[in-house]
């Protein structure tokens, strides 16, 4: 298992200046080597569809700029360039690997036949982080004591950790972050053992739930969770803070200060976020085995919406990352099923019943079932979780605490039996 934890370090102002200039020099070598590969594209891709019936000159042919060339490369570059002697190679090699790995994830699609945008050139600042591939390893560049990073270019800079490093895990990587209020370290840590999941026999409690605008989430029992709307709340206050910096000097030091005001006020709002997601999340996961949630595509519902926002603030995305995250470490499954009528379907007789967004009551007419819209969702959720992993409802509707009943394929018919 990998987790990551982060700490917030203490540089000097000497250290900060030499970690600032660090970003710059790497942001200023991602753009070199991302400006290769373009024209490296561009000059091996023909601007027509067709040849001259007589010849057509290619000219000379470039090497293929891939990640191998370009890091053979970085001797040049510090011949030229003898700043970048005082950066750490492993540094600017993972920094080439982070462009290899955008560059890839344009060209080249993944499962589901989608690429991801195409690399950018990096503004000034942009660039944030670097990392280090080895931490207290024989040869390794950076140490850590469990109060303080040592390296020989920066010396020794105070961590504040508060928390500590859980026992049995390994730290395997560290990366330097720059933040709107100062500068973190993110250790990976790797622990060989992998929490085993609850298996389906001894399945005791599950619970479905449906995120919505309305509710962060209702559960199938009707229990719910309100929205805390964190941007929406700021949203006056980023509207002044955004005024101020209008009337600045663009690039002047009080542009700056005013920038840097916003972002200090955008990573509390994103802070505020997270710590809610996880607190949720803690509190679902203690109490079920089993959590069912929609496999939501949430650019697709926030595209094209007067909703765009509210969905953005809400973050279902997320926070079901988040819960995943949690339910893992305790073995508790998180199963994600297909999102399709599980507003519109009666939970009791299947049912299906039309409604607008803004009709907020289920009211079936076969069945006379009513139920709030939400937590009839959550219980189709659940239902279908059910049958997904082989659990099938008892005869009051609920799910069987004292033992669940599985389904088993007959070995004499094709059909499904249950036992």
């Given amino acids: 298992m990998i987790i990551s934890y982060c700490y917030k370090i203490e540089p000097t ?44 000159p290619m000219g000379e042919i470039p090497s293929r700029p891939n990640y191998y060339f370009q890091q053979s490369a970085l001797k040049q570059t510090k011949k030229l360039f003898p700043d970048y002697k005082k950066i750490y190679s492993e540094i600017q090699q993972i920094n080439l690997q982070r462009l290899d790995k955008a560059w890839k994830r344009w060209l080249i699609p993944d ?9 950018r050139f990096k503004k000034s600042g942009k660039l944030r982080s670097f990392c280090f591939s080895r931490v207290n390893h024989p040869k390794a560049v950076i140490k850590f004591d469990g109060k303080q990073i040592i390296t020989t270019r920066f010396g020794a800079i105070r961590v504040i950790v508060h928390r500590p490093i859980p026992d049995g895990f390994t730290i395997k990587t560290a990366t330097i972050t720059k933040k709107a209020d100062g500068y973190y370290v993110s250790f990976s840590l790797e622990d060989k053992s992998v929490p085993s999941l609850i298996s389906t026999d001894n399945i005791k409690t599950a619970l479905g739930i449906d995120v919505g605008l309305k509710e962060f989430l209702t559960t199938n029992t009707g229990e719910t969770v309100s929205i805390p ?5 700021s949203q006056s206050n980023l509207a002044r803070k955004q005024k101020k910096v209008s009337r600045k000097e ?19 709002i994103a802070r505020q976020r997270e710590d809610f997601h996880y607190k949720t999340a803690h509190k679902l996961v203690k109490e079920y085995d089993m959590i069912a949630v929609e496999n939501l595509n949430i650019r697709g519902l926030a595209k094209n919406t007067k909703l765009s926002k509210s969905i953005y603030d809400v973050a279902w995305g997320n926070f079901i990352e988040k819960l995943n995250a949690v339910a893992v470490k305790r073995g508790v499954q998180i199963i994600k099923v297909n999102p399709h009528n599980t507003s519109q379907n009666c939970s009791n007789c299947g049912q299906k019943v039309p409604l607008t967004l ?48 599985k389904q088993e394929t007959s070995a004499n018919e094709d059909s499904i039996i249950f036992v």
């Fill in 111 to 119: 499962k589901k036949g989608k690429c991801g945008g195409r690399p």
């Fill in 13 to 56: 102002s000497q250290q900060s200046v030499k970690i600032d200039y660090w970003l710059e020099l790497l942001r200023r070598h991602w753009n070199y080597a991302l400006g290769q590969r373009l024209d490296w594209l561009n000059q091996t891709r023909c601007q027509i569809d067709r040849c001259s019936i007589v010849s057509c």
């Fill in 250 to 268: 663009v690039g002047s030091n009080n542009w700056r200060a005013a920038q840097n005001r916003i972002a200090r006020l955008h990573q509390h």
């Fill in 229 to 233: 709307k964190f941007y929406r709340k």
């Fill in 358 to 405: 803004s009709v907020r009551t289920h009211s079936c007419p076969k069945c006379k079932t009513v139920l709030d819209r939400d937590e009839n969702a959550a219980i189709n959720i659940l239902n279908k979780a059910l049958n997904e992993v082989g659990i099938i409802l008892s005869a009051c509707g609920g799910l069987d605490i004292s033992q669940p009943v």
